[in-house]
């Protein structure tokens, strides 16, 4: 799967260079992020701007890595997501969970507090 990662202080963006999340490639995402989090890592934002397309196994895979994540005392939160992919995220109810954020400025700004560059 194409995605890097990268950091701004305490928080690990996740960016996902895909249009389409969907399995096999989900495998690849979803260990890159809960590598993350056995890492300790405790503030994630996955930027999915080029993803036009997610399906249930999608959702699940991010209701897991929410549920992990929020058991660790972190926070996971999605930015630049498409509306279409939004609309699945909110008939399915995982909106209630993660945070949608229109842009990655105000998924950062979300976590508050100043955010010092590497």
């Known amino acids: ?22 399995y096999p490639i989900l495998a690849d995402f979803a260990s890159a992020v809960t590598s993350l989090i056995e890492q300790g890592q405790k503030k994630v934002v996955i ?3 080029p993803v036009g397309y997610i399906d249930s196994a999608t959702i699940g895979c ?8 929020s058991g660790a ?6 930015a630049s997501v498409q509306r279409r992919v939004e609309t699945m995220l909110t008939m399915t109810g995982a909106q ?4 949608v954020h ?3 400025a105000s998924a950062l700004a979300s976590f508050g507090g100043p955010h010092a560059h590497d």
């Open 1 to 22: 799967m194409n995605l890097s990662t990268e950091h701004q202080g305490d928080i690990a963006i996740v960016r996902v260079k895909e249009n389409r999340m969907m």
């Open 47 to 49: 930027d999915m701007a």
């Open 62 to 69: 991010l209701m897991d890595l929410y549920r992990q994540i």
């Open 73 to 78: 005392g972190g926070a996971l939160k999605l």
């Open 96 to 99: 209630n969970f993660i945070e």
């Open 102 to 104: 229109q842009d990655e």
